[in-house]
């Protein structure tokens, strides 16, 4: 990637990515990710027979997300 307009300092070095960036590709497989380890992080488990969804029991309580 080359140096952003306006930030280019005449040395000619490229950038390295370090964040995924919004639109590529690997975005929202990046976003799965990060969103699947928070909500297990909270006590949410995925479904086997949906992915999308997310299901927390807190006693006689059922949370359930759907993504």
């Given at each position: 990637?080359k140096?952003?307009e306006?930030?280019?300092?005449?040395t000619g070095?490229?950038c390295?990515?370090?964040?995924?960036?919004?639109?590529l590709?690997?975005?929202?497989?990046?976003?799965?990710?990060?969103?699947?380890?928070k909500l297990k992080?909270l006590?949410?488990?995925?479904?086997?027979s949906?992915?999308c969804?997310y299901?927390r029991r807190d006693?006689?309580k059922?949370?359930?997300?759907?993504?």
């Amino acid at each position: 990637m080359k140096q952003p307009e306006g930030y280019d300092d005449g040395t000619g070095q490229i950038c390295e990515l370090i964040k995924t960036k919004y639109g590529l590709k690997q975005s929202g497989c990046k976003w799965n990710h990060k969103l699947d380890t928070k909500l297990k992080n909270l006590g949410y488990t995925r479904l086997y027979s949906d992915p999308c969804a997310y299901i927390r029991r807190d006693g006689d309580k059922i949370s359930i997300i759907t993504v």
